[in-house]
């Protein structure tokens, strides 16, 4: 699909605009997958907080910057089969920007509990739509590198809770907040490696305890506007940039710092 440019249908525009997400199977071949799964195997190896290069790892279950991981991570920068998509809903005709890039690998008892909905109000994570045009603060591509089933501790949302007006009731509930399987009207959004997961940041997610043995591998990349910021300011080195096609480059340093000359 690398060469072959998949823009929304009106489908996936309208079940995006009615959930919040859409799933694009089969987005990233296996050949890529496994290529991108080979050199997180180095990266697990690190310890909590440890460098290798401009690859963090920043907590247990995260690894950060992962852009500057190698080429199989830069084609996914701007890969064919989401990037229009992403365009569309982002509303980038000025350009977008990546904010945030990471792995997340889980192993049996983890989970992320609920968190985000458009009752927050954030412009950051905000869901826009005006005369036929999306207006998104910040879009999740979330890339599965392994099955993710029942029991592996799925990604879980609540659709349609990016135009929520109203407080889910589990946030104010630490038991169940802590169990996502519980809130009412959560749902598990099952993936093949593979298989993108998009979805608008302020509705309501989480995910699910992962119960089975072995590790749960996602990748994130999260794309809002071009005059946007990493997260937790993590810079991307000058031979990623020289490396970077003029796209690629375009998404992840789209404002170029200006001085006298």
Request: glycine share 8%.
């Amino acid at each position: 699909k690398e060469g072959k440019h998949t823009m929304p249908s009106e489908m996936e525009d309208y079940l995006f605009d009615l959930r919040g997400y859409i799933v694009i199977p089969n987005a990233i071949d296996k050949s890529l997958i496994d290529k991108i799964n080979q050199l997180v195997n180095r990266y697990v190896l690190l310890e909590t907080n440890q460098w290798k290069g401009y690859v963090h790892r920043r907590s247990k279950n995260e690894i950060q910057n992962i852009m500057e991981a190698g080429d199989p991570f830069e084609h996914l920068i701007d890969h064919a089969s989401y990037i229009d998509h992403l365009t569309r809903y982002v509303g980038g005709d000025d350009g977008l920007f990546i904010d945030e890039a990471f792995v997340n690998v889980r192993e049996s008892g983890g989970s992320t509990p609920l968190h985000s909905g458009a009752h927050k109000r954030r412009i950051r994570t905000q869901f826009r739509f005006h005369n036929n045009q999306f207006r998104c603060g910040q879009i999740n591509m979330l890339l599965a590198l392994s099955d993710i089933s029942s029991r592996d501790g799925a990604t879980m949302v609540i659709p349609s809770s990016h135009k929520s007006n109203l407080l889910h009731p589990s946030f104010q509930s630490p038991q169940t907040r802590s169990s996502l399987e519980e809130v009412a009207g959560a749902i598990e959004v099952h993936l093949q490696a593979g298989d993108v997961l998009l979805f608008v940041d302020c509705m309501a997610h989480g995910s699910a305890i992962k119960r089975t043995l072995g590790e749960r591998r996602i990748l994130i990349y999260r794309y809002g506007p071009h005059w946007g910021h990493n997260r937790y300011g993590y810079q991307s080195s000058e031979e990623l940039l020289a490396r970077l096609t003029p796209a690629r480059r375009r998404i992840v340093c789209p404002i170029s710092p200006l001085g006298p000359p």
